[in-house]
């Protein structure tokens, strides 16, 4: 059973930092999309954050389509050396999964470089939505998180108003079943 051990900022810092040494040390360079809890928990990080996710994750789910990059993915899977000394896996998620996310999602995108390794992460609300739509509690939980820890502070109205009506429209789901 995959252990769920993802719950601070830090962690995916750390993470990502070791990849990027290690694509370094290889001479190789890769790019990944991070998404899901693990992104939240790094915008976390990026704005000093080390309130932890109030429900733990099992995994971190980067898209790339950088062989290298792959390769490490495959070998921090479930049962993995990785898993077991972090808690916590790497589940590689097809590109396709970037078509449940807002269209303008690249525009809104983060992008930080660690050693050989580029990393782009969609904004909050771009990264909520798809969570939002599916409804799950995990996925409503993490959304109170978001706002609790302030990572929606600043966000522009007109962007809030994305998530207002995904909420409404889940709401309304909700009560039809």
């Known amino acids: 059973m995959p252990r769920k051990e993802l719950k601070e900022p830090r962690q995916v810092e750390q993470w990502l930092a070791t990849w990027g040494q290690i694509l370094h040390a290889q001479n190789k360079t890769g790019e990944l999309i991070l998404i899901g809890s693990a992104a939240?928990?790094?915008?976390?990080?990026?704005?000093?954050?080390?309130t932890g996710l109030s429900e733990n994750s099992m995994d971190a789910?980067?898209?790339t389509n950088d062989e290298?990059?792959?390769e490490l993915g495959y070998a921090a899977g479930i049962g993995s050396?990785?898993?077991a000394i972090n808690g916590w896996h790497i589940n590689l998620m097809p590109q396709q999964t970037?078509?449940?996310?807002?269209?303008?999602?690249?525009?809104?995108?983060s992008t930080k470089q660690y050693g050989t390794l580029k990393v782009r992460v969609p904004c909050v609300v771009h990264l909520l939505l798809p969570k939002i739509k599916r409804g799950e509690p995990r996925?409503?939980?993490?959304y109170q998180w978001v706002r609790n820890v302030g990572l929606l502070d600043g966000v522009s109205p007109?962007?809030?108003s994305l998530l207002d009506e995904a909420i409404s429209r889940q709401s309304v789901s909700e009560k039809s079943e």
């Not at 939240?40 to 080390?50: D, E, G, K, V, Y």
């Not at 970037?98 to 995108?109: V, Y």
């Not at 996925?139 to 993490?142: I, L, N, S, V």
């Open 61 to 63: 789910d980067p898209i």
């Open 98 to 109: 970037l078509s449940e996310f807002h269209p303008e999602w690249k525009s809104h995108q």
């Open 139 to 142: 996925d409503m939980r993490h």
């Open 40 to 50: 939240l928990l790094w915008h976390a990080h990026q704005n000093n954050i080390t």
């Open 81 to 83: 050396e990785f898993e």
């Open 68 to 70: 290298c990059v792959a």
């Open 158 to 160: 007109e962007t809030l």
